[in-house]
């Protein structure tokens, strides 16, 4: 059964800092991983999304990174602005139509 | 490209009662997943969909359930709604069910249960 983690549960950030989110899976059979962020009472909007056979997807200051063998994912984000204050999830696809995501990383960059 | 369009936004049912949930995928999606999302158990997978076909399904009761039009869009039903069944849910798209098919989420429908 495919369990993610990410750590840490909460982040607090000065404005303009870098800061990496962490995501971890147990099982390395993924057709692939994607991050999404939420904000209060909405749905999830898709930020990136990593094939199984990619390191790496980037856009604009994000980037994320796969290393499948290990079963982790990061996040960057550069230059963080207030904007970015959200809860970030990945979710990992292990077979055809199914995802299992983190339980999530609530970001606040304060100004 | 309209998003993925879920009603209503919201939902106030009796223990009880029963509900029916609908989901628009983006034009040309053909898969189409359902969540449900609690402060306590976070995201979890309802079922999935493709071409009218449920291909997947999540531990959840047989009270829950759902279908597959035609034209790609969804319904998911509750059946004698509980307390716990109070939570957001939220419908999600993909054109395929490949690695390079992100999936594509709609705002949900918030159902609260009294």
């Known amino acids: 059964k495919q369990e993610v983690t990410q750590i840490p549960a909460a982040l607090s950030v000065p404005e303009g800092e870098n800061l990496v989110l962490n995501c971890s899976f147990t099982d390395s059979a993924i057709y692939n991983l994607q991050w999404f962020r939420q904000d209060p009472g909405k749905g999830l909007t898709s930020l990136l999304l990593i094939q199984s056979s990619q390191r790496e997807q980037t856009s604009g200051r994000l980037n994320a990174s796969l290393d499948k063998s290990s079963g982790r994912s990061t996040l960057y984000i550069a230059a963080s602005q207030p904007g970015d204050s959200a809860t970030y999830l990945c979710?990992?696809?292990?077979?055809?139509?199914?995802?299992?995501f983190g339980d999530g990383t609530t970001l606040t960059v304060k100004p | 490209k309209a998003g993925v369009t879920q009603t209503p936004r919201y939902l106030i049912k009796t223990r009880g009662q029963q509900v029916t949930l609908s989901c628009s995928p983006i034009s040309g999606h053909r898969s189409v997943s359902w969540y449900q999302q609690t402060p306590g158990q976070g995201l979890q997978f309802l079922f999935e969909?493709?071409?009218?076909?449920?291909?997947n399904k999540g531990n959840f009761p047989g009270r829950f359930s759902g279908r597959q039009f035609s034209n790609s869009r969804s319904e998911m039903n509750v059946s004698t709604l509980e307390l716990g069944d109070s939570a957001l849910y939220l419908c999600?798209?993909?054109?395929?069910?490949?690695?390079?098919?992100?999936?594509?989420f709609g705002n949900g429908t918030r159902l609260t249960v009294t």
């Open positions: 979710a990992v696809r292990t077979n055809a139509g199914k995802s299992t």
């Open positions: 969909y493709f071409s009218e076909t449920q291909r």
């Open positions: 999600a798209s993909s054109s395929g069910t490949g690695g390079n098919s992100p999936l594509h």
